[in-house]
């Protein structure tokens, strides 16, 4: 785990990278910031009240002096922001819904990532996944020829890295979502140097058993080769068939997979989420994220039980993101 994040501070750090944390007050946000700004990692950008943040931090006996502080209220860039935020949503809102909703901290702070202002958001210690996410799609908007967002973990233990997804957004995917999904997860991949090899998963191995839901992903599997033909990308596999080589080799001979991925799409968000909490809790592997993938700019969702040092975490995931 270590080594993972060596890597990414190493590609963040110097870079100057603004990373809004929308959620002040909250003491593992003030906490990650000050750690952040200190490092030299990101230039924190806290949303709130000045004096408010500034007296909380002091409270704590944390140094928050390297990071920036907003606050919605009074924001001397307030009537560009509410412009740009009617001019984005294309007659979905008024100036003076815009003027409201920009009170909001998550919807405040994806404003100043999608004007330039920042270059990514992390949120969700306090808010729900909705709460952050809605925002992005809103305002920010998924990358062209990407219809959705999709969430993936890295999972690490020791030196071995993989990638699963999604785990955390996509509830029913069809072939054309789980073919973005696949193609999103191999930049994610090689954003923590995973050279992938992206397995599409199901409970058949090439043809073995034919159903709606195996068919689905084999359609995957080909509009993924059609949009990226350099990418080694197989399935429908079984687990195993993708992950042991003696078992491919009996099940896929002609995979070039050759039971050696290291990139997992799973068919559904049931099944990926089941996947990466067995991993997690049997393998003993450290589950990283979720990532989110798939945005024009990175934002990223925190869990309400997360602590400081996962705030640490994603908001360095997210400087990498925007490189």
């Known amino acids: 785990m270590s080594d993972l994040f060596e890597t990414l501070t190493d590609k963040v750090h110097g870079k100057g990278k603004r ?3 929308p959620e002040a ?6 906490t990650a910031a000050s750690r952040l700004a200190t490092k030299g990692l990101v230039i924190p950008v806290l949303v709130g009240n000045e004096d408010e943040v500034k007296q909380k931090a002091g409270e704590l006996g ?3 002096s390297a990071a920036e502080i907003l606050d919605p209220e009074s924001y001397e ?3 560009e922001m509410v412009q740009s935020f009617v001019e984005r949503r294309k007659g979905k809102a008024t100036e003076a819904d815009a003027k409201e909703i920009l009170k909001d901290g998550n919807y405040f702070g994806t404003m100043l990532v999608y004007m330039g202002k920042a270059d990514g958001l992390v949120s969700g ?4 996944t909705a709460d952050t996410v809605r925002p992005a799609l809103q305002i920010i908007k998924t990358k ?3 219809k959705k967002t999709s969430g993936v973990f890295i999972m690490v233990r020791e030196e071995e890295k993989y990638v699963f997804a999604d785990c955390a957004i996509n509830m029913t995917p069809d072939s054309v979502d789980l073919a973005e999904i696949a193609l999103a997860s191999s930049e994610t991949a090689k954003l923590f140097d995973v050279d992938p090899k992206v397995a599409m998963l199901s409970f058949s191995t090439k043809g073995s058993a034919k159903s ?3 068919e689905k992903v084999a359609e995957a599997v080909k509009m993924a080769k059609e949009k990226n033909p350099d990418l080694m990308i197989d399935g429908e596999f079984q687990f195993d068939a993708a992950f042991v080589p003696s078992v491919a080799e009996k099940k ?7 039971g050696e991925a290291n990139t997992f799409i799973f068919p559904s968000l049931e099944a990926g989420n089941i996947g990466y909490k067995i991993a997690q809790r049997l393998g003993g592997f450290d589950a990283v994220g979720p990532v989110l993938q798939g945005l024009n700019q990175p934002v990223n969702d925190l869990s309400r039980g997360c602590n400081a040092d996962d705030v640490y975490k994603l908001a360095l995931i997210t400087a990498a993101q925007s490189l």
């Not at 007050?25 to 003030?30: A, G, P």
């Not at 210690?125 to 729900?128: F, I, L, N, Q």
């Not at 896929?252 to 050759?258: E, G, N, Q």
């Open 25 to 30: 007050l909250d003491e593992r946000i003030l």
């Open 212 to 214: 709606p839901e195996t």
């Open 252 to 258: 896929a001979p002609d995979s070039p997979l050759k």
């Open 19 to 21: 990373i809004v944390l």
């Open 125 to 128: 210690a306090v808010h729900s």
């Open 77 to 79: 860039g307030t009537e």
């Open 62 to 64: 944390l140094d928050i």
């Open 144 to 146: 062209p020829g990407i």
